[in-house]
């Protein structure tokens, strides 16, 4: 444990106005503090703001209240969000599609060509990494069914 020096009635700052209200303080020490608070209303107070806080910290919670679900959140997850998705996997194909014909059947030389190629696969990669990473992190996150 570690060993505070003694504050005396002129020293007596937050760090032992919190650690009176703490309990962490040898009975000496709470004497000159009580004693340098009935000397200073500026220590009473501060000591009363602390005091409050204290009360307003230990009333938090992490619990939400309960979590009211509407119809419209059924539907957005069984019908707006799968179709969502459908129309983007869908679409992808298609201008991929006519993306890729347009790019084979172009003028452009093959170095060109080669060096698109390289510079798009090299980014579908690399966004692959970057979902796939996202994904196992999710899957191990402990706080992914907190609600909040």
């Given at each position: 444990m570690e060993q505070h020096p003694s504050p005396d009635a002129g020293a007596i700052g937050p760090?032992?106005?919190?650690?009176?209200?703490?309990?962490?303080?040898?009975?000496?020490?709470?004497?000159?503090?009580?004693?340098?608070?009935e000397q200073s209303t500026e220590l009473q107070r501060d000591l009363a703001v602390f005091r409050a806080l204290k009360e307003d910290v230990q009333g938090l919670t992490f619990r939400s209240g309960p979590v009211q679900r509407?119809?419209?959140?059924?539907?957005?997850?069984?019908?707006?969000?799968?179709?969502?998705f459908a129309f983007l996997t869908v679409g992808l194909v298609i201008w991929l599609t006519y993306g890729t014909y347009l790019f084979a059947t172009s003028t452009a030389s093959p170095w060109e060509k080669l060096?698109?190629?390289?510079?798009?696969?090299?980014?579908?990669?690399?966004?692959?990494?970057?979902?796939?990473?996202?994904y196992r992190d999710w899957q191990t996150d402990p706080y992914r069914n907190v609600n909040r």
């Amino acid at each position: 444990m570690e060993q505070h020096p003694s504050p005396d009635a002129g020293a007596i700052g937050p760090d032992e106005l919190m650690r009176y209200l703490d309990g962490e303080m040898t009975p000496e020490q709470r004497r000159l503090v009580e004693s340098a608070l009935e000397q200073s209303t500026e220590l009473q107070r501060d000591l009363a703001v602390f005091r409050a806080l204290k009360e307003d910290v230990q009333g938090l919670t992490f619990r939400s209240g309960p979590v009211q679900r509407s119809v419209w959140d059924d539907v957005n997850g069984s019908l707006n969000r799968p179709m969502g998705f459908a129309f983007l996997t869908v679409g992808l194909v298609i201008w991929l599609t006519y993306g890729t014909y347009l790019f084979a059947t172009s003028t452009a030389s093959p170095w060109e060509k080669l060096g698109t190629a390289a510079i798009a696969i090299g980014m579908l990669q690399l966004l692959a990494s970057v979902i796939w990473d996202r994904y196992r992190d999710w899957q191990t996150d402990p706080y992914r069914n907190v609600n909040r």
